[in-house]
Each structure stands twice: as C-alpha cells, then as structure tokens.
C-alpha cells in the first residue's frame, strides 16, 4: 500500500530538548516535504527535498533542520524547540514528471506540544 | 511571493444544499492546482487540474481550473453531512515544484 509514515503522532516536550519527527514514503518519490498547520494560517511549507542530498527552505524553516540522505526518508530536526513550534506538522511527497508535480501523498501528522 | 487566497473562509448549509468553493491564485510558473478535503487527520486528494476549461468530476464533486483568470471552483452538489470538513486549495510553480496552499474553507453541513 502506498504511504508516508510518519513518527510519533503524538509529542509532548520541553523547551530546549532536541527532537527528531521520522518520516518515510515507499512510492520511490522524489520531492518529500514538510508543512506545519496552524488554526487560522492554513498549510505552511517548512523545507522540501527535490531528491537525495538536495534540500531547500521553504515558507517558515527557521528553528527547524532537515536531511535527505535516502531516497524514502525525510527527517525533521528541531534542535532547541520553543513553544512557538507547537503545531500539527505533515510531511508529504510526491514525483514530478513532464513539467508537473503528482499529487502529494500526506502522512498521517504529528502533533507537537512545547511546554 | 507564491500566494493562494480561498473564498469563503467558513461555510455553513444545510444538506441537499449546493456549493461552491473558491481558489485564486498569483504563482510563477503554473504547474497545477490540486484540491484536498481535510477532515480531523491527513488532508486526501480530490482532483489536480493542469488545463484550463477542462472539468474533472467524482461523484458529487467537480472542479474546473480557469488559467486566464488565474482561479479555481470546486462544487459539492447535494451535500451531505459526511461533506464536512476543510478544503484546501494548492498550486504548484516555480522551478523548485514548490507547493503553496490556501487557508482552507471550512465546511459545515448541517442535516
């Protein structure tokens, strides 16, 4: 089945304590990224990946590292959370071909609680 | 910048009711619009549209992409109170694929 699993679904942390949010896709997909959603904001891009070692900010990166060191996993790395960043995060992916992204395929969201 | 702007914000009917749901756009580089329905969890895929004037249909839904005017409408004929829900609008451009999403609209469908 196709999907983006993502990891944990649920985390409560405290301020300053680096975290990791796993996420994983077994489409062979290209372009991974990930967003943050808050009430009244919408979806935000955070980065995105275009494929392995190739990573960009997106929208709103500050506070937040990613990598891409193969092809089907993408993590989030806060490295010092702040209560600003508790959010509802996805990752998504998707592949692109003749001039046009695929639809995205969403995991199935982490949310992440900054005390 | 990239920017999507959906109209209205918040929706309330009554079931039966038709609606429609609106998407504009200002993107370098057009790519494609795609829409989702997000209930308490993942956002799912309803329809991308690439071509202007072209419908895409599902059911009760449908959604058509105007290029010129740079917007889109998805409509939800006789609704229903499974309908409810946020719907996002995302357009794909620019040289990176970037994807930017509207603020939603939330649906409600009252029985």
């Known amino acids: 089945e196709a999907q983006v699993t993502q990891n944990p679904r649920y985390l409560i942390t405290v301020t300053g304590k680096k975290l990791t949010v796993t996420c994983s896709q077994n489409m062979n997909h290209e372009y991974m990224s990930w967003y943050r959603q808050d009430p009244g904001l919408g979806l935000r891009q955070i980065y995105y990946s275009m494929n392995v070692e190739v990573t960009d900010k997106g929208d709103v990166p500050e506070g937040y590292k990613v990598s891409r060191k193969e092809k089907r996993n993408f993590p989030l790395i806060l490295e010092s959370p702040s209560p600003n960043q508790t959010s509802l995060y996805f990752c998504?992916?998707?592949?692109?071909?003749?001039?046009?992204?695929?639809?995205?395929?969403f995991g199935q969201g982490t949310r992440l609680t900054v005390v | 910048e990239d920017k999507v702007v959906q109209s209205p914000l918040s929706l309330v009917v009554h079931e039966g009711d038709t609606v429609t749901l609106n998407c504009s756009y200002e993107v370098t580089n057009f790519r494609s619009l795609l829409w989702y329905k997000q209930e308490k969890k993942a956002p799912t895929f309803l329809f991308m549209l690439?071509?202007?004037?072209i419908e895409k249909k599902s059911g009760r839904l449908s959604s058509i992409l105007d290029k010129k005017e740079l917007f889109s409408i998805l409509n939800i004929t006789a609704t229903q109170t499974g309908d409810s829900a946020v719907y996002l609008c995302g357009v794909s451009g620019g040289s990176n694929y970037k994807l930017t999403f509207g603020k939603g609209t939330l649906l409600t469908v009252n029985p």
């Open positions: 998504a992916s998707s592949t692109y071909a003749g001039g046009t992204n695929t639809e995205a395929f």
């Open positions: 690439t071509s202007s004037g």
